[in-house]
């Protein structure tokens, strides 16, 4: 499994000749990173005098942040495991017209995985990004660029989810589906560019001398 390299073997695994693991292996990896980063924010909040009040938040924050992690992190092997299965069902016979329409069927309902296993991707990640900007607005102000690079991470994770998505929805023939997922896939676009440019502004203004 992929979760099981180190990360030097995992980089290396990725800048090889193989198509996976690839840019949606890669979001799941920006999502583990940045849920990471918004719990160690959080602990270092807890405890810390003059963030008293912010206790039970940073605990339930860290909580949430260590779930999702473990989340993204088997979506690092969910994503190349989707893509596989395309692959496979690409390979199987086509010889008659019953195999043809076997595995056009295979090939159309492994796409909707592929696209259906990064949207979910990008969903979680948006989540999370909520999460971290409570993380930047109340969390230990010594760490604060911390979270806005789990912040930054967060929205890497959604944007580039999103593309695995789009670029499988142009397979599916399924139109109902396409447009619903090409609509929720633009909104989160939209959310969270906004929400990254928000956090960037209150850092920016934190850091002013």
Same mark, same amino acid.
């Given at each position: 499994?992929?979760?099981?390299?180190? @990360?030097?073997?995992? $980089?290396?695994?990725?800048?090889?000749?193989?198509?996976?693991?690839? /840019?949606?292996?890669? &979001? +799941?990896?920006?999502?583990?990173?940045?849920?990471? %980063?918004?719990?160690?924010?959080?602990?270092?909040?807890?405890?810390?005098? /003059?963030?008293?009040?912010?206790?039970?938040?940073?605990?339930?924050?860290? #909580? %949430?942040?260590?779930?999702?992690?473990?989340?993204?992190?088997? *979506?690092?092997?969910?994503?190349?495991?989707?893509?596989?299965? @395309?692959?496979?069902?690409?390979?199987?016979?086509?010889?008659?017209?019953?195999?043809? =329409?076997?595995?056009? #069927?295979?090939?159309?309902?492994?796409? =909707?995985?592929?696209? $259906?296993?990064?949207?979910?991707?990008?969903?979680?990640?948006?989540? %999370?990004?909520?999460?971290?900007?409570?993380?930047? !607005?109340? /969390?230990?102000?010594? +760490?604060?660029? *911390?979270?806005?690079? &789990?912040?930054?991470?967060?929205?890497?994770?959604?944007? &580039?989810?999103?593309?695995?998505? !789009?670029?499988?929805?142009?397979?599916?023939?399924?139109?109902?589906? @396409? +447009?619903?997922?090409?609509?929720?896939?633009?909104?989160?676009?939209?959310?969270?560019?906004? =929400?990254? !440019?928000?956090?960037?502004?209150? @850092?920016?203004? #934190? $850091?002013?001398?």
């Amino acid at each position: 499994m992929l979760i099981d390299l180190t @990360v030097k073997d995992f $980089l290396d695994k990725v800048a090889g000749s193989d198509p996976v693991p690839g /840019g949606g292996s890669i &979001a +799941a990896l920006n999502g583990a990173i940045a849920a990471a %980063l918004a719990a160690m924010v959080a602990g270092l909040t807890l405890g810390k005098k /003059g963030y008293e009040e912010q206790g039970e938040l940073m605990e339930r924050i860290k #909580e %949430l942040a260590l779930q999702s992690q473990v989340g993204f992190v088997t *979506d690092v092997d969910r994503d190349s495991e989707a893509y596989n299965q @395309v692959f496979a069902c690409f390979k199987m016979p086509k010889a008659t017209d019953e195999e043809k =329409k076997h595995r056009s #069927e295979a090939i159309q309902e492994a796409t =909707k995985y592929a696209a $259906l296993v990064p949207m979910q991707v990008a969903r979680n990640a948006y989540q %999370l990004m909520e999460i971290i900007a409570d993380v930047v !607005r109340l /969390g230990n102000k010594n +760490a604060i660029t *911390d979270a806005c690079v &789990a912040m930054m991470s967060a929205r890497t994770a959604v944007i &580039a989810a999103l593309l695995n998505v !789009r670029i499988n929805l142009g397979s599916i023939k399924d139109k109902e589906m @396409v +447009a619903q997922l090409l609509d929720e896939a633009n909104e989160l676009e939209v959310n969270a560019e906004a =929400k990254e !440019r928000e956090t960037l502004h209150i @850092v920016h203004s #934190e $850091l002013e001398l």
